[in-house]
């Protein structure tokens, strides 16, 4: 079954820590991974997907295939960081399906 | 500049009262879709379109229905909403190749 896993529903840190966002898949074929995020009051917007291998706003990702995990790292939490984080799987090829994980809400205090 | 529009933001209907939520794009995209999100809870897939080719998920309640008039439209239909349906309501496009894009959102109250 296909599936995406975020086993914290809430992660504190406190402003300069280290974060990460946990973020496993099931998924017997080779995915496309995102992880989307939703400040408050804001829509659901992507913050970055694994084939662009970029740093977005200090983020970064990477796919581990043998793990199965798509974990989100910053070295330096900030407190804008503070928002819904949501893993999301789409298979290759042929279809346009997401299928997300529950979130993850950070608290990044001051 | 907004590329994917939705109205009205919230929505309240009456139980058993239909109710028809609308979502536009500027983007051209040739994939819409309609989630469903409870609080605290991930974004379900309700259905999505490829073109006019309509996908309906196998655990979407017959009671949501949608319609693609065009490229740039779609619709959620709700023929008899229960109390169970109140909800945030997301439309999202995409390309085949290109990730999605969400609208921010109608919100249904179900009284």
């Known amino acids: 079954a296909q599936r995406v896993t975020q086993p914290e529903k809430l992660l504190s840190v406190f402003k300069g820590a280290p974060v990460e966002l946990k973020c496993n898949y099931s998924y017997s074929g080779s995915p496309e991974l995102f992880w989307y995020v939703q400040y408050s009051r804001q829509r659901l917007q992507l913050l970055l997907r694994?084939?662009s291998r970029e740093s977005i706003k200090g983020f970064t990702a990477d796919l581990n295939k043998g793990e199965t995990s798509f974990h989100l790292k910053k070295p330096f939490a900030q407190e804008e960081d503070s928002a819904m984080y949501y893993c999301a799987l789409r298979p290759w090829g042929g279809t346009y399906k997401y299928i997300f994980g529950t979130g993850t809400r950070l608290k990044v205090l001051a | 500049d907004a590329m994917v529009i939705q109205n009205p933001r919230y929505q309240v209907t009456q139980f058993g009262k239909p109710v028809t939520l609308s979502c536009s794009q500027t983007?051209?995209?040739?994939?819409m879709y309609w989630y469903q999100q409870k609080s605290s809870q991930a974004p379900k897939l309700l259905f999505h379109y490829y073109d006019k080719d309509f996908n309906n998920e196998a655990d979407t309640p017959d009671n949501f229905q949608s319609r693609r008039p065009n490229t740039s439209f779609c619709f959620l239909d709700i023929r008899s909403p229960g109390l169970g349906d109140a909800a945030m309501y997301l439309c999202?496009?995409?390309?085949?190749?290109?990730?999605?894009?969400f609208g921010p959102g109608t919100r249904l109250t179900v009284l």
């Open positions: 999202a496009t995409s390309t085949s190749t290109d990730t999605q894009y």
């Open positions: 694994h084939i």
């Open positions: 983007l051209n995209h040739n994939v």
